[in-house]
């Protein structure tokens, strides 16, 4: 662990020179003392939350982490808000009521970062399988973040008026955690939100470095299975069957030509076969082969466009093999489609304003929307229609990406084995950033 002097050295570098506009010099000191201070703490957090990571809905011990820390400053807090979710309320008088969110699910994979706080976890999903888990999305600094943001506010209290919800999210690998939370009345038992606030570490920016952007941010996301059958027999008698995996090879070419052939050229759509299975031994042709496909689009529209086409061409390459109708692949839409993530227009420049009183211009990078799929957009399309946006910081050794960049080479990022944040600059810039934008938003005392 870094000594405290180091740490403070580490936050110099990294805020300063920073502008006065928003703040006073002695509050603004005061808040980057504070982060510097609880860094040491926060690491060793963010250490234990990666060397022990939950799937999606299995998050009970990250939760119990959570919610810990999350009264230790004062929150009343309600734990299994959506099957494991987290929320934290610090009331601190009259204003307006800012929800800050946090992900904390990880992702099946076998980590190979080499870290010496790297998982080695096998655990359960939530069919009961075992499976290989690391955070390769960041989710656990996202959860470390929202643990020192709220002990920033807390800290700081004397500054500002109204309420906070800490919202430690389950379940944002599959689409389902921000809905089950509104489900179970997060705008309801709770104080509803005048904002929303997010953010996401991304490996495809340096450490420590920010980036807002108003409007679409994140695509629709629809998950698609295709069961394509066939009549199985003997591998050295093909002409005796109607073979699956020449079927599902000649689909899976023929899908690539929806976006390509189908939608308006420059209409942003990606159609991506992630998994293909079937067969079982080298001289069998077996009687089924399943595909799983992932669609992003900003349009609903284009989204069924994209689902209407899958269907079509599997269908009709099926028929054209010599498949009867009562063979044709069987397409299902899984779960419910993740919605486009729209951060509100005027929310985002205040935001944005208030992180560029605080960093350096040259902490700001210019991003375009991205095919990712958010459920943070869910908190934005209730009755409530309440302003929402989510803001990206970097988390990539920035001398590792630029020799990448010079090289032509792609860098580790978001859900590669071989990707995790640098914990420093990452995640005292996410505190910093977030604690700030929450001070705007919230009344002055």
């Not at 999210?169 to 939370?181: F, K, L, S, T, V």
Request: with cysteine; charged share 20%; proline share 6%.
């Amino acid at each position: 662990m870094k000594s405290l002097t180091a740490i403070y050295l580490l936050v110099g570098t990294l805020f300063a020179p920073l502008s006065l506009v928003a703040a006073s010099p002695e509050f603004r000191n005061a808040v980057i003392a504070s982060v510097a201070a609880e860094y040491p703490s926060l690491a060793t957090i963010y250490h234990d939350l990666h060397e022990h990571p939950e799937l999606s809905f299995m998050e009970t011990r990250t939760a119990g982490i959570v919610a810990v820390e999350l009264r230790a400053v004062g929150c009343e807090v309600t734990e299994g808000v959506g099957n494991t979710g987290v929320v934290g309320v610090l009331r601190n008088g009259p204003g307006p009521t800012v929800m800050i969110r946090a992900d904390m699910d990880a992702l099946p994979i076998k980590e190979a970062t080499g870290l010496d706080y790297a998982s080695t976890a096998m655990v359960k999903d939530f069919a009961g399988n075992d499976q290989p888990s690391m955070h390769a999305c960041a989710h656990d600094a996202h959860t470390t973040g929202l643990i020192g943001t709220a002990r920033i506010l807390a800290a700081h209290r004397a500054h500002w008026s109204g309420t906070v919800l800490f919202v430690a999210q389950p379940a944002e690998e599959i689409g389902a955690g921000a809905r089950a939370m509104l489900t179970d009345g997060l705008f309801t038992k709770f104080p509803t939100p005048d904002f929303v606030l997010g953010l996401h570490v991304g490996g495809d920016m340096a450490a420590g470095q920010l980036a807002t952007l108003e409007g679409p941010s994140y695509a629709n996301v629809d998950s698609i299975d295709v069961l394509v059958r066939g009549i199985g027999g003997h591998g050295a008698r093909p002409h005796s069957t109607r073979d699956p995996i020449v079927l599902a090879s000649q689909i899976v070419t023929a899908l690539q030509t929806i976006v390509s052939r189908e939608l308006r050229p420059g209409t942003p759509a990606v159609v991506t076969v992630g998994s293909i299975q079937g067969g079982t031994k080298h001289n069998i042709i077996p009687a089924e082969v399943k595909l799983q496909l992932t669609l992003r689009s900003y349009e609903e529209s284009v989204a069924n466009h994209l689902i209407a086409s899958i269907k079509r061409i599997c269908e009709n390459t099926a028929r054209a093999v010599g498949l009867p109708e009562d063979l044709l692949p069987v397409v299902t839409v899984y779960g419910s489609r993740t919605p486009l993530t729209y951060n509100d227009p005027a929310l985002t420049r205040r935001v944005d304003r208030t992180l560029r009183n605080w960093f350096p211009a040259e902490r700001f990078e210019a991003v375009d929307a991205a095919t990712y799929g958010e459920d943070f957009s869910e908190y934005g399309r209730t009755q409530h229609k309440v302003p929402i946006t989510i803001f990206w910081v970097g988390g990539t050794d920035p001398v590792k990406l630029a020799e990448g960049r010079a090289k032509g080479q792609l860098v580790p990022s978001n859900h590669s084995a071989f990707w995790a944040p640098v914990p420093g600059p990452t995640i005292m810039t996410s505190v910093l950033a977030m604690s700030a934008a929450a001070l705007d938003l919230l009344g002055k005392k």
